[in-house]
């Protein structure tokens, strides 16, 4: 299983971005995709999760990123993408995505979405929102 995250880079404050998660090595019909961010100084923050069922695909975000980013996917390309719009300078982080391939779930616990499930991770890409 190998997960990639890219797309980060120096934004001014109120622009936008698509981050990219490529995905390889596991089947692509019971998983989920978590986008998680780590700010210099601060713990890891789930911000948002996708699952996937026969039945169509589910979306989760963080109460801190309503309404700012969307998930979406591209089977395909086996590709989940964060776009980000109007990033502020504490949206600053390494932004990771990972996997649940075992059960395929997504949680929100205490306004966050919960990493507990994911049992594998991709290097991070560093978005930097500065003026």
């Known amino acids: 299983v190998q997960l990639q995250a890219s797309g980060g880079g120096l934004v001014q404050p109120g622009n936008s971005l698509r981050l990219s998660c490529a995905t390889s090595?596991?089947?692509?019909?019971?998983?989920?995709i978590g986008w998680f961010r780590q700010a210099p100084g601060k713990e890891r923050e789930g911000v948002s999760c996708?699952?996937?069922?026969?039945?169509?695909?589910?979306?989760y975000y963080a109460d801190s990123v309503k309404g700012r980013f969307t998930i979406s996917k591209e089977n395909a390309k086996r590709t989940v993408f964060l776009h980000v719009k109007d990033l502020q300078p504490e949206d600053t982080a390494v932004y990771y995505c990972?996997?649940?391939?075992?059960?395929?779930?997504?949680?929100?616990?205490?306004?966050?979405?919960?990493?507990?499930?994911?049992?594998?991770w991709g290097k991070g890409t560093l978005v930097t929102v500065s003026s």
């Open positions: 996708i699952k996937f069922r026969p039945s169509g695909h589910y979306e």
């Open positions: 090595g596991f089947a692509m019909n019971y998983y989920s």
């Open positions: 990972a996997a649940d391939i075992n059960f395929g779930e997504c949680t929100v616990r205490g306004g966050r979405v919960d990493d507990s499930g994911m049992g594998y």
